[in-house]
Nanobody, 128 residues
Framework: VQFVESGGGLVQPGGSLRLSCTPS???????????MAWFRQAPGREREFVAA?????????IYADSVKGRFTISRDKVKKVMHLQMENLRLEDTAVYYC??????????????????WGRGTQVTVSA
């Protein structure tokens, strides 16, 4: 396990959550060269891309159409943390959310090809 996710939970439709992803202590100090992303997997469905952010300052971001305008991905290279701010959550956002990373790479590439570094995931449940 290279990353640790946190911030998941139970929220009502229309609510908000903020997920965080930090490197595990065993992960080499390479945070700034990692292109990072969030994926999610709902029960009975394939894992799907959510959002990705470029390495270092995170100037480039890309989102799945289903979350565009509602989710915001960000990263802090000093604190070595990546966030996913989720607003206006919907029932269909219910899933386990995974932190993912690739050394170098690009956010565009990670849309279709996840990196080889993963976290264990954090559960997000949207329910009335």
């Amino acid at each position: 396990v290279q990353f640790v996710e946190s911030g998941g939970g139970l929220v009502q439709p229309g609510g908000s959550l903020r997920l965080s992803c930090t490197p595990s202590p065993e992960t080499p100090n390479t945070f700034t060269i990692l292109t990072m992303a969030w994926f999610r997997q709902a029960p009975g469905r394939e894992r799907e891309f959510v959002a990705a952010i470029s390495r270092s300052d995170g100037l480039t971001t890309i989102y799945a159409d289903s979350v565009k305008g509602r989710f915001t991905i960000s990263r802090d290279k000093v604190k070595k943390v990546m966030h996913l701010q989720m607003e206006n959550l919907r029932l269909e956002d219910t899933a386990v959310y995974y932190c993912n990373a690739q050394k170098y790479g690009s956010p565009q590439t990670m849309q279709t090809t996840p990196g080889d570094l993963w976290g264990r995931g954090t559960q997000v449940t949207v329910s009335a």
